[in-house]
């Protein structure tokens, strides 16, 4: 049953693909990326959490209480920024492409080919 | 003690599920107006999940970026493409 | 300053480097900025050689933040590397040098308010790339892996007013991007599977595992981003629109540097991750490896001869030559690794200098079309010497360093299996005639004026937007003057005989999985004999032939009557396949991962 | 190819992916697992440093080194922001329309302001000690400041942005992570070692280098996603391309 | 198990979903409206886990979603309205 | 069972209760604007119940004052931005009717 947990990230990044692979919007591609990365963040945590721990930093509660791993939230915030700067970019492309090209649809964009 | 832990559990299934069918409805929408609106959702979702997975430093980052940033760039992206293409049509119609 | 401290500098020089022309860019005059920019590269080089003078044969090993093993473990970051990765950031280092030396007259600095800002890219990509080279830590490599991505996507679209270079740079940040993710998917099952993140420390850990369906996909997902990076079939697509597209100084880092850096990753995280007792054998590796090398040399090779856009041709020749480099390094032996360094080495000084001539070409003409630049060339007599030995190098003439690595790659390869040979052979003259041909026609006028035939979807490359204002009537000096530098330092790896020692005992550290671990942990350990890297009469008898076919090939394009039919049935289907479709490539990296899955399970 | 052939192509691709997945996730240690060698190795590593919160000193402390690229990667975003959204050549300002605002969105707008910047402040001041930090609270900070364009109009936001400021804020911010970890090198210690004096476990000042780092990532992504931002509005709002340009370089 | 906890998983289990379905089914108009609906779910929900965890620190998050969540709403209905203005049947 | 701890749960009840006939409203609604409708129970009403619950829990302190903060931004936030969805969704409704066809 809890497998399910992890199997949801393998999930979401196929959706993310497929999203990625039908689609007619170059803007609609970006955001199929950000859902793929999504499932980077369900399997770390997925990954880092341990049953009956809270969560590790020790001001509103004692240094004994029992804590989920640490590392796997710091990996996962560095993954939440570096997504979120990469999408960023990718945007700022999108926009200028489509102002240049007239087009947001990957099957009209015939500039580079063979 | 094994209530507990079946209360934390039960909320992590939810979780996971809401954030799944978010993501996967957000991936099938075809239109960016609106996939932009369900990825404020897929951020909000996963902040909740992230919550019971006890990361709330995670879940604060993914508040800020994933339900109020990347929404943004993309809603500010589609309007300039909407401000041109209106632009053309204009062109259009004088000509 | 210890020889360890060095290592963090390697990346922390370009980072405030970065930060302060970024700030100042815009308040002080241009010169000053390049100045300034150029000794900080500068001084980037002169901290990396003299890691590399200190590191000898051994490794540096260098705990960030003080987090030194206790007990045998860390929680902190270790930077650690033998002279191959020290190398290859070397090697980064001297080529953005020359790029910042080239782009010296070269931008016309398109935001006005923002001066400073494009040689800050630059020394933030040294900075991701040394990082990516040097580091020893799984998720670390990630990082840098995004931050040289990140930079290289925006440098790729620098030019805005072209719709090319827009969808270029699109094609490959989300590529790259995608397979970031894949990467990191990967790095979290095998974070799972072992609680650690270090290199080393992840292989001390899985020994106590059995090779199960965890570790292959780990593997696999882990090896998508660099393979993608590294441009090997079907994972290429992205790099030929990317490449034909970047401002002509980002080619030169793209081409010279970045894909290799791929390559280098992917073998340095099978050797130290996955090459232990328990991991993923050799020969799994090695045999599909060498495949998929194989697959990437011919169709790069193929692909090179068909085009007639200069940039996209010098693009499809790196996909060529990146499977010569993954078939080296997949033959799992130091010689072969030895070959490779030297190759890799000798190869970004060519490749750099041709795309160096290609930007003058495109300065002076406003095109980099072959066909329509047909003899324009003349007025540029030392571009054409220039073009000419690239080609020549590309083909590897000894005693280029081109030639030397491949021979050593080539003896290695031909002691595994013979027909490897015939590929390298093959592979580098194609690539070569395809330089020498367009060389000919363009600087010479040789051969009959090319017609243009529409048969298959192509991209010309005519109608560019120079990526000067106002094309001078003289070409600046230093876009001339950096590809014959670059060009001699290609020579340089190949004559000066220190190199190739030295590379070849680096190479035999690279392959020692358990000297890695050793140093990681701090343990002495005795490393092997180096095997032998040096010109021998077979080598040099191997690259004349393919200099020899070359020249063949270059010719007969040029003069012989045009056939079409088998050949034609076969390339085009293909060139159709580089359709500069997003949604396609995606479709074929997603069905790469799936090959390479099915096929080391096969083997399994 | 065409989108029946892709279709396929990723069918067939997604089931061996979907296959080996699944097969990866039965080798993983069941959800929930007790044993997280590297996680509590880093907590008690925390301790010793005096860090409340062990997430910040993994990450401005134990793993910085990560961070500093994190925070290049977005100095690069950045920067390339502001390279991809400049004002082509052919392209000019146009005159922004004050726009309508409700008097109740005006009010509210002008009251959540003030709130905002506290909350961001206090979220990145208490980054060691509490959830949060200097990216959550600088991407608040950003995203407060854009309050103005809601609660006025868009001359109003230019007028509290002072772009050029921020743009340097943010280079400083990246520099100074970078050459913080100096710091170490200078007295002899390692790259990133945090050699500060520790404070007080659960105090605002303890961790030694922790606090400053996380300011300066604070500075950086408060100013860097404020200047970001910038870029995008500015293309959404303002700036226009010339005729027949939208649609003609495309051939 | 407490009453906190029971209470969000009430919350998680029966209020999110129909604000979900708003927000795949309909207009962008109605989109924001569930949008804003489940962001005001979200913040009850996480009002009751800094008493449910029994961790104090917690409610940082409500806070920060309350500071954000009007605000996002503000400019996405800011936009849509203007798209609308500009002439563009969606 | 303290009587605070009855009244916070009675509270508890209440919010929970508001907030989920908000929900159900959401999607009963049949028209546009109706469906604005039913947000404004759920901000003004549901939320605030919900934080004032917790505050009777924890009793007067810091973390009281900022359960407070929430729930008057989120009632005061709440109100406003229905009345701007509102608004974006009847410029959406003109114009659709001003471009469609005679």
Not at chain 2, 29 to 49: D, F, H, K, N, W
Request: hydrophobic share 55%.
């Amino acid at each position: 049953m809890t497998l399910l947990f992890f199997l949801a990230a393998g999930w979401i990044f196929l959706a993310g693909v497929y999203g990625m692979v039908t689609s007619r919007n170059i803007i609609r591609t970006v955001g199929c990326l950000a859902v793929a990365q999504s499932s980077t963040y369900v399997l770390l945590l997925a990954v880092g959490f341990r049953r009956g721990g809270t969560s590790p930093y020790f001001t509103d509660t004692s240094t004994r209480t029992p804590v989920v791993d640490p590392v796997v939230q710091a990996l996962a915030l560095t993954d939440v920024v570096v997504g979120a700067t990469v999408t960023a970019l990718l945007l700022a492309l999108a926009l200028q492409l489509r102002k240049r090209h007239g087009t947001v649809d990957p099957d009209a964009l015939t500039g580079l080919r063979g | 003690m094994n209530g507990s832990y079946a209360t934390s559990e039960y909320l992590i299934a939810v979780c996971v599920l809401l954030v799944t069918v978010t993501a996967t409805v957000a991936a099938l929408t075809p239109e960016p107006v609106r996939q932009a609106l369900v990825l404020a959702m897929l951020g909000t979702a996963l902040t909740l999940l992230f919550t019971v997975l006890q990361a709330p430093d995670v879940a604060l980052s993914q508040l800020g970026v994933g339900a109020a940033v990347t929404p943004l760039l993309i809603m500010l992206t589609v309007r300039r493409v909407r401000r041109s293409s209106t632009q053309q049509r204009d062109r259009e119609r004088q000509r | 300053m210890s020889t360890a401290d060095l290592l963090p500098l390697a990346i922390a020089i370009p980072l405030i480097g970065a930060a302060f022309s970024a700030l100042v860019g815009s308040r002080l005059p241009r010169v000053a900025t390049d100045l300034l920019v150029t000794v900080w590269a500068a001084a980037g080089v002169a901290d990396l050689v003299v890691l590399w003078l200190r590191t000898g044969d051994g490794r540096a090993v260098s705990w960030l933040g003080g987090w030194r093993l206790r007990h045998g473990e860390s929680v902190g970051i270790v930077l650690v590397n033998d002279r191959i990765g020290i190398g290859l950031a070397l090697l980064t280092a001297v080529l953005v040098l020359a790029v910042i030396a080239y782009s010296w007259r070269y931008f016309d600095e398109p935001p006005a308010e923002h001066a400073g800002t494009f040689p800050a890219l630059i020394l933030l990509f040294d900075a991701g790339m040394c990082g990516f080279a040097l580091t020893g830590d799984l998720f670390n490599a990630f990082v840098f892996f995004e931050l040289m991505g990140a930079v290289a996507y925006a440098l790729t679209g620098f030019r805005i007013e072209d719709p090319r270079p827009l969808q270029g740079a699109l094609t490959f940040g989300v590529i790259n991007s995608l397979a970031a993710y894949g990467s990191l998917l990967g790095i979290g099952l095998l974070y799972a599977r072992t609680g650690e993140l270090g290199f080393a420390q992840i292989s001390q850990k899985l020994t106590g595992h059995r090779a199960d369906a965890l570790l292959l996909t780990a593997f696999v997902l882990v090896l998508t981003g660099p393979l993608v990076k590294g441009a090997v079939a079907p994972f290429h697509f992205w790099l030929p629109d990317a490449h034909a597209v970047a401002p002509t100084p980002v080619c030169m880092l793209l081409s010279g540097v970045m894909v290799e850096l791929g390559v280098y990753g992917a073998a340095r995280i099978y050797w130290i991750v996955f090459s232990g007792p328990h991991g993923i054998p050799q020969h799994v590796f090695h045999d599909t490896f060498v495949a998929a090398g194989v697959l990437t040399a011919l169709v790069g090779a193929v692909m090179c001869w068909k085009q007639r856009n200069l940039k996209r041709m010098l693009a499809f020749s790196t996909v060529s030559h990146v499977g010569m480099f993954l078939v080296g390094l997949a033959l799992l032996t130091p010689e072969a690794t030895a070959g490779t360094a030297l190759y890799v080495a000798g190869h970004a000084g060519a490749k750099a200098a041709l795309f160096g001539v290609t930007g003058a070409l495109l300065d002076r003409f406003g095109s980099v079309d072959e066909h329509s630049l047909y003899g324009r060339g003349r007025e540029l007599p030392v571009g054409g010497v220039l073009f000419v030995l690239g080609g020549l190098a590309l083909a590897g003439l000894p005693p280029f360093g081109t030639a030397l690595g491949k021979a050593v790659a080539e003896h290695a390869a031909q002691s595994h299996s013979p027909w490897l040979l015939a590929v390298f052979v093959l592979a580098s003259a194609a690539t070569g005639a395809a330089v020498l041909r367009a060389a000919l026609r363009v600087f010479a006028g040789a051969g009959r004026r090319p017609l243009d035939r529409h048969e298959v979807p192509e991209t010309t490359g005519g109608g560019e937007e120079p990526e000067i204002r106002g094309p001078s009537r003289r070409v600046p000096l230093p876009m001339l003057a950096v590809p014959a530098l670059l060009l001699a330092g290609s020579l340089a790896v190949g004559l000066l005989p220190a190199v190739s020692t030295q590379l070849a005992q680096a190479a035999r550290l690279f392959t020692d999985r358990v000297g890695y671990v050793a140093a990681v942990y701090g343990h002495s350990h005795a490393a092997g004999m180096p095997p032998a890297a040096d010109w021998t009469a077979e080598g040099i008898a191997l690259g004349l032939t393919s200099v020899a076919l070359a020249v063949a090939f270059a010719c007969a394009a040029l003069w012989a009557a045009p056939r079409g039919g088998g050949a034609h049935r076969v390339v085009a289907p293909l060139r159709r396949l580089h359709s500069g479709h997003m949604g396609d490539y995606v479709g074929w990296l997603i069905v790469g991962v799936a090959v390479l899955l099915v096929a080391v399970r096969a083997q399994l | 190819m065409s989108r029946r052939l892709r279709l396929a192509l990723f069918w067939a691709a997604a089931v061996v992916f979907a296959v080996a997945f699944t097969a990866a996730c039965t080798g993983l240690p069941d959800f929930g697992t007790l044993s997280h060698p590297y996680g509590s190795r880093a907590i008690a590593a925390a301790f010793h440093q005096r860090t409340a919160n062990t997430i910040s000193s993994v990450n401005f402390d134990q793993r910085a080194f990560d961070t500093l690229g994190e925070e290049s990667i977005l100095f690069a975003a950045v920067l390339g922001g502001l390279v991809l959204l400049r004002r082509a050549r052919d392209e000019r300002l146009a005159g922004v329309r004050r726009g309508r605002v409700l008097p109740s969105t005006r009010m509210f707008g002008s009251l959540l302001l003030p709130i905002t910047l506290v909350t961001g402040v206090y979220i990145v001041a208490h980054g060691q000690l509490s959830p949060g930090g200097g990216f959550q609270g600088g991407v608040i900070l950003a995203t407060g400041l854009h309050l103005a364009y809601i609660a006025a109009d868009y001359g109003v936001l230019k007028a509290i942005r002072p772009l050029a400021v921020l743009d340097a804020a943010d280079a400083v911010g990246a520099g100074a992570f970078a050459v913080l970890g100096l710091v170490g090198l200078a007295v002899g210690a390692a790259y990133l070692q945090n050699v500060l004096p520790l404070g007080t476990f659960g105090q605002l000042s303890s961790g030694g280098l922790v606090p400053v780092i996380n300011a300066a990532v604070g500075v950086e992504v408060g100013s860097g996603v404020v200047v970001l931002l910038a870029g995008f509005l500015d293309q959404a709002v303002e700036i226009v391309s010339p005729t027949g340009k939208d649609n003609g370089a495309g051939r | 198990m407490n009453a906190w906890l029971v209470a969000s998983a009430v919350l998680l289990t029966l209020g999110l979903p129909p604000c979900l379905w708003q927000v795949y089914r309909r207009t962008p108009q109605e989109r924001l409206a569930g949008l804003n609906l489940a962001a005001t779910m979200c913040s009850a929900i996480l009002l009751l886990f800094t008493e449910g965890f029994n961790r104090s620190s917690y409610v940082d998050l409500p806070l920060v979603l309350a500071v954000l969540a009007p605000a996002g709403t503000l400019v996405f209905a800011r936009f849509l309205g203007g798209q609308a203005a500009q002439g563009e049947p969606d | 069972m303290t009587v605070r701890h009855v009244c916070a749960l009675v509270l508890l009840v209440l919010g929970v209760a508001v907030l989920l006939l908000s929900a159900a409203a959401l999607i009963a609604l049949p028209r546009p604007y109706g469906r604005l409708h039913a947000l404004t129970p759920a901000t003004s009403l549901g939320l605030p119940l919900v934080a004032l619950a917790l505050a009777v829990e924890t009793g007067p302190g810091r973390s009281a004052v900022k359960l407070l903060v929430i729930a008057a931004l989120t009632a005061v936030g709440g109100a406003v931005t229905t009345m701007a969805i509102g608004r974006a969704t009847a410029q959406n409704a003109r114009l659709l009717r001003k471009d469609s066809p005679p």
